[in-house]
């Protein structure tokens, strides 16, 4: 009996999580506790699987003893179960956060006790999502997702979020039908929506009829990315949504399209045919996300844009189909899931604190509350790829790898990078010197929050009091927590890279996953890569 | 693999349809697009499953190829449900847009007009700099007596003979974009981004 059995547990346990507390949803002191301690439970299982697929032992379960590729599969291995290990992580710091949040604000809103049983649901999606080993259990787990993110993002059901949630749903119903009739094409071409199987039957399929299934699996997954020109819904509608809400989307929700994406790439459709569009997806992502992100106010839409910038990395590393560069690529997925995550967080606690969201309004922040600008600042220095933080090294990864691959393309994308790091540095730097820096006196439109300079700030015992009443001790420790784990994410790196290119080897040879799921006597199809520019 | 023609003729008219509908501004048009798109794609899932035959449940008597195939109703029924689902939601959206706006329409995004209606011209960035911003204006005579300077004067250029500016969609007199260089300027108020409101 092996611990990847219990790999549904991930899935299901938040669903009965989410069920439980459904019937609590008069006693909000109970629905928090069975939501953290569902979160908890399911984090410890997922890190138990990474422990058990660490070098490389992919496991695969089937749904109630059907055989694949009739029956439902669930594949651990090393890319799903480090997913599933970090999107749980931030899970459980933004509901935390979100409970501190609820507690603070004495649970005024009334759906808020509609939030903890949708976000259980959220998070059984993602789960689903990454464990799924067929095209349909995928889409369901997209869906699952995806519906419980509308509930999410119309919370509270007011002027602004309504108008945004009508863009997500529209978009995001188009893309999952976009994905849904990639589904019955596949079928109709091979009989099977196994994506073990689909591995071995798809290489038999023309080559016409193959590259339309790619495109089109691209293009739904690449909407649900936010892949350039697919990202315009995203920068719409994520600010509006309340503050815990946009951290867990803009950490999660992004990743798993792009988590379906690398599956693509490397299982389904293996080779470089569409390499070279991803990589002009991939740069002009990258360019035009930041350049969006510098001509935003508001610090939330300016993170949703350094988001989409940024999506363009992991695009630029799948792209390159080599060892290198998918490894570079999974250990960015990681990074960038926490650091997007805790930045939004942060962004939460300064339209707290400073009373608006828009840089041209706040001011002087660093001396109101340091523990604030230190929240923000290393998150904000990681983002832009400052040495020695996680996000340098993803970044160097990448850059090594193009420059392993040597094509004008890859170089072209290598200059894209830098300028997308170093503008994105420009965009926190505003933030940070226009937010934290200036005096509030400088601001043009300063909320009085921060002028109303507190007459007795030198006793500091009355300053800090405030200081709590404003910033809850839940909400800081949880965005603290989350901080540290990126930080964390520096000082592990060495074994995160060496995992991370496992996964990516394993990814690119795919007999591993094709054994787990088909057994040992599976047909293993040629290597259609080059396993060339590894280390 | 033979196709019911039928059925494909009513399926391309559902998506013809339907991306006519989710094109529309109405957002009732929208999710009745939304529909239409649902199910054509059903239809295209039932298409994959090949020939109609017989239900699947086992009989000795019965060869296997006269069964039909029951794996693509099976997801057309676990779509069925799915898009019932986000119907019911859209509809619950559609209604609180009414009650909220009291109209069925998209509305714009407001950050998104502001950015597009930011002009071109910023009163920091863009202003012809004055011929001369020296504080020591005597050291700055030519040998010839006369002025020197880094910008086109009246006599050089034609842009700056007309003594105005284009900015955005306005015309600015050379004299005032000078003057809000200056803080405190009478003419514009500073939007965000340094815009004009």
């Known amino acids: 009996m092996n611990i990847a059995s219990f790999a549904p547990l991930a899935v299901a346990l938040p669903i009965l999580g989410a069920a439980l507390a459904f019937l609590l949803i008069r006693h909000s002191r109970a629905q928090r506790a069975v939501s953290i301690a569902v979160l908890s439970l399911t984090l410890l299982l997922e890190c138990a699987l990474l422990a058990s697929v660490w070098d490389g032992g992919t496991a695969a379960v089937n749904i109630g003893g059907w055989l694949p590729p009739w029956g439902i599969t669930m594949v651990v291995d090393q890319f799903s179960s480090l997913m599933l290990v970090v999107s749980s992580a931030i899970s459980l710091a933004v509901l935390v956060y979100a409970t501190g949040q609820g507690m603070a604000d004495g649970d005024q809103d009334a759906p808020v006790s509609i939030f903890h049983p949708t976000y259980l649901i959220l998070v059984a999606g993602v789960s689903n999502a990454f464990l799924s080993g067929d095209l349909f259990n995928l889409y369901v787990g997209f869906e699952i997702l995806l519906t419980a993110s509308y509930v999410l993002m119309t919370l509270g059901g007011t002027g602004p979020r309504i108008r945004a949630g009508v863009t997500y749903v529209v978009v995001s119903v188009v893309s999952s039908v976009l994905f849904l009739i990639s589904i019955a094409m596949v079928y109709g071409a091979t009989g099977t929506v196994n994506m073990a199987d689909l591995a071995i039957k798809l290489a038999d399929l023309d080559e016409g009829t193959r590259t339309l299934l790619h495109v089109m699996l691209l293009v739904a997954f690449g909407i649900k990315a936010a892949v350039f020109p697919l990202s315009f819904w995203l920068p719409d509608s994520y600010p509006t949504a309340p503050a815990p809400v946009t951290a867990v989307f803009a950490g999660l929700l992004t990743k798993v399209g792009v988590y379906a994406m690398v599956r693509t790439e490397t299982l389904l459709f293996p080779g470089d045919r569409l390499n070279t569009p991803l990589m002009v997806a991939a740069l002009l992502t990258m360019v035009v996300g930041i350049l969006g992100a510098l001509a935003q106010s508001d610090i939330k839409r300016l993170l949703s844009f350094t988001l989409v910038s940024h999506i363009g990395y992991m695009v630029f590393g799948l792209a390159m189909s080599s060892v290198a560069g998918l490894g570079a690529a999974v250990f960015y997925v990681a990074h960038h899931i926490t650091i997007q995550t805790s930045l939004f967080m942060v962004t939460g606690l300064i339209e707290r604190r400073g009373g608006s969201s828009s840089v041209d309004r706040l001011a002087g922040l660093a001396k109101l509350s340091p523990m604030l600008a230190l929240l923000f600042f290393i998150p904000a220095m990681n983002l832009a790829g400052i040495p020695p933080f996680s996000g340098f090294l993803g970044k160097v990864g990448l850059i090594q790898a193009g420059v392993e691959l040597g094509t004008p393309l890859a170089y072209a994308l290598v200059i894209g990078g830098v300028i997308t790091s170093l503008l994105t540095l420009l965009a926190v730097a505003r933030v940070w010197n226009r937010a934290f820096w200036r005096k509030p006196s400088d601001a043009e439109h300063p909320d009085p929050v921060l002028l109303a300079e507190p007459e007795d700030s030198h006793t500091g015992s009355r300053a800090g009091r405030s200081n709590v009443t404003l910033l809850p001790r839940t909400m800081v420790g949880s965005t603290l927590g989350l901080v540290l784990l990126g930080v964390s994410l520096t000082v592990f790196a060495g074994p995160l890279f060496r995992l991370s290119d496992q996964a990516a080897h394993e990814m690119l040879d795919r007999s591993a996953y094709i054994q787990a799921v088909l057994g040992e006597d599976a047909p293993v199809p040629p290597l259609a890569l080059k396993t060339g520019g590894g280390k | ?197």
Not at chain 2, 57 to 77: F, R, V, W
Not at chain 2, 99 to 104: E, H, I, T, W
């Open chain 2, 1 to 197: 693999m033979s196709v019911n023609l039928t059925l494909l003729i009513v399926m391309g008219a559902l998506y013809a349809c339907g991306i006519y509908l989710i094109l529309e501004r109405s957002l009732t048009r929208v999710l009745l697009g939304l529909m239409l798109l649902a199910n054509a794609t059903n239809l295209l899932i039932l298409a994959t499953g090949g020939h109609a035959g017989l239900a699947p449940l086992y009989n000795k008597d019965t060869g296997a190829q006269e069964y039909a195939d029951p794996l693509p109703q099976a997801l057309i029924l676990t779509s069925i449900v799915i898009s019932f689902a986000v119907t019911a939601f859209m509809l619950g959206i559609i209604y609180r847009t009414w009650v909220l706006a009291r109209q069925d329409e998209i509305q714009d995004d407001i950050e998104d007009l502001r950015v597009a209606e930011t002009p071109r011209f910023d009163a920091e960035d863009d202003a012809p700099i004055p011929a001369e911003t020296s504080e020591f204006p005597l050291t700055m005579l030519g040998s010839d007596g006369s002025t020197v300077s880094d910008h086109a004067t009246a006599a050089d250029g034609p842009e700056a003979a007309g003594d105005s500016i284009t900015a955005g969609v306005r015309k600015i007199p050379a004299a005032d974009a000078a003057a809000e260089e200056q803080p405190g300027s009478q003419n514009v108020t500073p939007g965000p981004e340094g815009g004009v409101k």
